[in-house]
Structures are given as C-alpha cells and as structure tokens.
C-alpha cells in the first residue's frame, strides 16, 4: 500500500489526473480544513475523471460536495478488496459529512455461554470473540435482555462467579436455590452439562424442546414418588410456557439472520435493520442519513462495511431490498468477520418477503420520527434565538464545565448537543495542566483557549457556547473569545443556580441582569439538560482519575516489574511493606523473579542504602 499524489488547489485538473495510477485504491476528497469525502475504486485515475468530468447541475450532492473540494489525496492500494476495508477504516475516522456515517452504532448486548469451561456459566459482553463460547443476540433492548437472564437464572441454576475455586461450604446462592455449588462438588459434571444443554435450547428458542424434556422428567420423578423434584421441574415448565406466548416466530427455519430495509425520501435515507435469531426477531436499529452521495447500492454497500466489524460479526444470512455494490468482495469480508460463510440474499418472493417488508415499513417511520424531531427543534431553536437574543440558531451546543478537588485532578468536560440530540463523538475531556490550586476562573481560561484553537483548525465551532457559572465565567469566555476574534461568531451564555428561591439564571454578554425563564420553560429545561449532562461527563471522569491515584501502588514506581510480577509479589509477600523489608534473597524466591531483577528491586526500594554505600 502506498500514498499518492496530493493535488493542487485546481482540484481534479489534467496535470494532476495525469500523475494518478491506473491500480485500486481509496481517494479522499479535502476540503479547506477537513475530509469531504472518502471513496474507492478498482481505477482510481478513472474514477477521478468521472469526477474531473462531472456535468451535472452544481446544487445537486456531487456538485456542491466539489465546490468545496481543496485539494484530493491517494492512497494505493494492491487489491480492491484491500482498498474497500480501508475505504471502511477511513470512513470511521474522519467522519466526512458526504459518507455514509452511523450515527447510531453502538454495539448493544450480548448473551455468552461459555461452553469450553469445565463448569460453564452464563453472562453479558458487547465483544464477540472467538474463544469457543456460544453467543446469542444481540438484545436492542436492555431490559428484555435483563428480563430474560432472570428468568433463565430462576429456572437453571448455573454457577453466577467469574472464577470457581473449592470451597468447603457453598455460597448464598446454592442456599437460595440459584446455584448447584460445583466448588462444593455438589453435583457431577454430567448433570451440569445436561442444565447447560437446557440453557442453550432455551437461548436457541427452543423452548417446545425443553418443556417435552421436562414434562418427561416430571412424570418419571412423580412416578419415583420424587415429588419435590417434579414441583420443581412443574414450575420450570409453567414460566418456560408464558414465555412462549411472548415470542414472535418470524421464520419456521430457525436460522441466525440481520434483515435489512432501506427508504429514500429526496437526499435523505433510512435503513432498518432487524435482528432475527433462531427465527425469532429479538430487536432492530434505524439509521438515518440526511445527504449522503451516491447510488442506493453505494450506501447500501458502505453500511455493511461500517457495521460489522471484528467486535460485531454478521450472521449466517444478510437479507438485502438490493443488489449491492462489490458483493462478492463485501461477502469476502464478512465471512472471515463471521469465521464462516456468510449468505447475502435479495428476495423476491415466498416467505422471506415477509420480513422484508417488515423491515422496509420500519425504515420509512424513520423519516416520521425524524420530521417530528426537526419540526420540534425548530419550536426549539426559534424560542431560544427569541428569549436568549442570539445572532445564530444554535444547531450545535458545547457546554463546558470544570471538575476539581481543591485543585487536584482538574478536568475540563465539553459535551456537545446538535439540534437538540447528544452528539457523544464530539466529547471530550481536557486535562488542566501546571495547576495545582483551585482556580476556576484560569482553568476555564485554558479549557477555552484550547477548544477554540482546534475549532479554527478543523473547522468545527459551535454556534452557541453554555458556560457552567455565573458573570465571573461569562467575563472569561467573552476575553477569551475576544482573543480570537469570535465574539460576533459564537454566541456565549452562562447558566447559574444562584439562590434556591430564584432558580436558574442566564446571563448574556452586554447585559446586566440576568435573563430568567419560567421553572418548567422548555427552553430552560433543555439548557439545564445539557449542563446536567457536562457535569455528569466531567464528574465521572474526575472520579475516574481519583480513583486510579488512589489505587496506585508505590510498585508502580519499581521499573523492571509489570503487572504479573506485581501480582505475584504481592501474592507471595502480602503487602508493599513486606516487600520493602524483604531481603534480596526472599525476593528473588518469588516465581518470575530471579536473583538479577531481585537485586535491582532491592536497590530501588532501599535508595539510601545505595547512596550509604557510595559514600563509604
């Protein structure tokens, strides 16, 4: 793989197109500060003169994305398909407003077995990795997901610890029926494994399978007069019969499948994604793209690539409305994500339809959920330029708060919020340097300076700025922003709780008095939300850092020793101060020591020793 050519400002001229290869590769269209655009093909020089050549109307996407482009760069690569995941790994980097961006890519929940342990048990991880456990999901919903492992725990009593060791006596749980007490060597692995059988049909779906197994079960324990066991087993077969009355079969096959819808309303796109496991759907997520470039394929294509990835692999079957671009490349990658083959389908007829057009009805109320959104922000917008006096609709909000204990461990948090949703990408937190008294008034000074040195940078300031506090922080941002020239750019106002009977109060740069707005006023409720929001980002954060200082071990200090050889001395000596007064020879006793590490231990820790010697 190797970097090309970076073009001129003329953009895609004949100069530059001449020196651009003929190979794969990915492109990168810049702007005057940021990525516009990041494409591929398996021509670059081609591709690029389609666009060099592009005659269509200069409002359309293409048109008005060009206008802007500054400058191209490339980036060769030697096969397509290496050129297609980079295209991927660059989209999720540097976010270009004309791509394909998943917004809402979080990687929900999932249920792990982990069937490769002698005595297996059951949790939740959002990482699939290949280490031989079964995974099931994933739950969009959270309380379904908590709702189901209640149930599951209630009915087979699996151990619920991360690490088994023998014990003696069984812990409270065996006492309250929720564990067979495998550490007390109560029960045999054979029966064990048979419960871990029953947990996998039930995750599976299979719950028909189980309640037969059971009902057969029951019977042959009431006929050995076992009647407390049968119950038991009775009681299993009751909750495992209401959860069927839940579950909605979307397909007879059973099989693992993501079903896939997408709508176009003018520029803008929806997707939804169903989620369909053991034939069931378990959950779904919607994405909305308000102007992305290219064809339905094009995007279609792209959401794949930025979706699965090595911490969420595909099923076994992707059901799509289209033809994709690159397909067999994509189906490539995806079953090596996967560690098996992956089927890509496109129905047209027979039961699958079904669950397509469940999906494609789910990606159509996308665009009424985000027209209420928009209709809502713009009552929003138009009440806050009114009541607060703005210059500009404050699209784009950054709260900053500072976070300290007497000085120590100061952070910065900015959140951010665009048209009235969090835009969790954009947060961050800064960390006060040389400053070890509680100055709020400096530390905000310096958390300012550096947020709008790398607004001017990459281009992407706030429109509106919320200040934590009162006049005393309001003057900081105004000298601040002053500095750099953005006060007629930036509009500034700080938010502060002075007396419990007067509430909140805004303050405004050029005015006196504070502005205040009725209790339950939405524009003041959405102003608090986000201060709220800054505190509880900076908060955690700030305890974070505590925490880590408090945990810190005088160890940490020792060079030559890591995290294992820390744990192993400590496991064997029992505490820094026994290590401290250890002799060389009693360290170097320890496993992983040896007698080479254990004198330089030795020697950093008894540094008065060492100089005594020296001055001898």
């Not at 060009?66 to 980097?93: F, G, M, N, Q, Y």
């Not at 500095?483 to 007629?488: P, Q």
Request: glycine share 6%.
């Amino acid at each position: 793989m190797t970097r090309e050519h970076q073009s001129p400002a003329n953009a895609l001229d004949t100069t530059f197109l001449a020196t651009v290869s003929h190979g794969p590769g990915v492109y990168l269209m810049q702007g005057k500060r940021e990525v516009l655009y990041v494409g591929k093909a398996a021509d670059l020089r081609k591709r690029l003169a389609q666009y060099a050549h592009f005659s269509g109307p200069s409002h359309s996407k293409t048109g008005v994305m060009l206008s802007h482009v500054r400058k191209v760069d490339t980036i060769l690569t030697t096969t397509e398909k290496e050129a297609l995941i980079l295209e991927a790994s660059l989209i999720k980097k540097h976010r270009p407003r004309y791509n394909v961006i998943l917004r809402d890519d979080k990687n929900y929940p999932l249920i792990k077995v982990t069937i490769k342990e002698q005595w297996p048990r059951v949790l939740v991880t959002r990482r699939r990795i290949r280490d031989g456990s079964r995974y099931f999901g994933p739950f969009a919903s959270t309380s379904g997901m908590r709702t189901t492992l209640k149930l599951l725990f209630s009915m087979f009593p699996l151990r619920r610890c991360k690490t088994i060791r023998k014990r003696e006596r069984p812990c409270l749980n065996y006492q309250m029926g929720r564990c067979l007490a495998p550490c007390a060597g109560l029960v045999d692995n054979t029966k064990y494994m048979a419960m871990v059988e029953e947990v996998l049909l039930f995750l599976e779906g299979k719950n028909r399978d189980i309640i037969a197994n059971l009902k057969e079960k029951m019977r042959r324990a009431a006929a050995e007069l076992a009647f407390e066991e049968a119950a038991l087993l009775r009681d299993r077969i009751i909750a495992l019969e209401k959860t069927l009355e839940h579950q909605v079969i979307a397909a007879e096959h059973g099989l693992d499948q993501d079903v896939f819808g997408l709508a176009r309303n003018g520029a803008s796109v929806a997707i939804a994604l169903l989620f369909v496991r053991a034939g069931m759907i378990t959950g779904s997520q919607n994405f909305f793209m308000a102007d992305p470039i290219g064809d339905d394929g094009r995007i279609l294509s792209q959401t794949l690539m930025l979706y699965y990835s090595s911490r969420r692999h595909p099923p076994r079957e992707l059901m799509l409305p289209l033809a994709i671009d690159n397909e067999p490349l994509i189906r490539e990658q995806l079953s090596e994500l996967r560690g098996g083959p992956v089927r890509i389908r496109v129905p047209r007829r027979g039961k699958r339809m079904q669950l397509m057009r469940m999906a494609a009805a789910n990606a159509e109320q996308v665009f009424s959920k985000e027209s209420k959104k928009l209709k809502a922000w713009q009552i929003m917008s138009t009440t806050l330029v009114r009541k607060l006096r703005l210059r500009n609709s404050p699209d784009r909000i950054e709260c900053l708060d500072i976070s300290n204990l007497s000085g120590k461990q100061a952070v910065g948090s900015l959140v951010c919020f665009v048209r009235g949703e969090p835009e969790k990408q954009s947060y961050r937190h800064y960390r006060i340097t040389g400053r070890d008294e509680p100055d709020d008034y400096a530390m905000m000074r310096e958390v300012l300076q550096r947020r709008m040195e790398t607004g001017l940078a990459k281009n992407n300031l706030p429109d509106m700025l919320l200040l934590d506090g009162g006049k005393g922080q309001l003057s900081i941002g105004v000298e601040v922003l002053a500095d750099f020239d953005l006060l007629e750019l930036i509009d500034l106002v700080a938010i502060a709780k002075e007396k419990q009977d007067e509430g909140e109060k805004l303050f405004r740069p050029g005015r006196k008095n504070p502005i205040i707005l009725p209790a339950h006023a939405p524009a003041l409720l959405y102003l608090m939300r986000i201060r709220d929001e800054s505190h509880r980002f900076g908060i955690t954060f700030h305890r974070h850092l505590r925490n880590a200082k408090t945990l810190r071990s005088p160890l940490d200090k020792v060079t030559g020793i890591g995290a294992q050889r820390k744990k192993a001395l400590l496991r064997a000596l029992g505490s820094f101060k026994r290590i401290q007064s250890a002799s060389a020879k009693e360290l170097a006793s320890v496993p992983g020591i040896g007698p080479v590490l254990a004198e330089n231990i030795f020697r950093q820790l008894h540094p008065e020793d060492e100089k005594n010697h020296a001055t001898r």
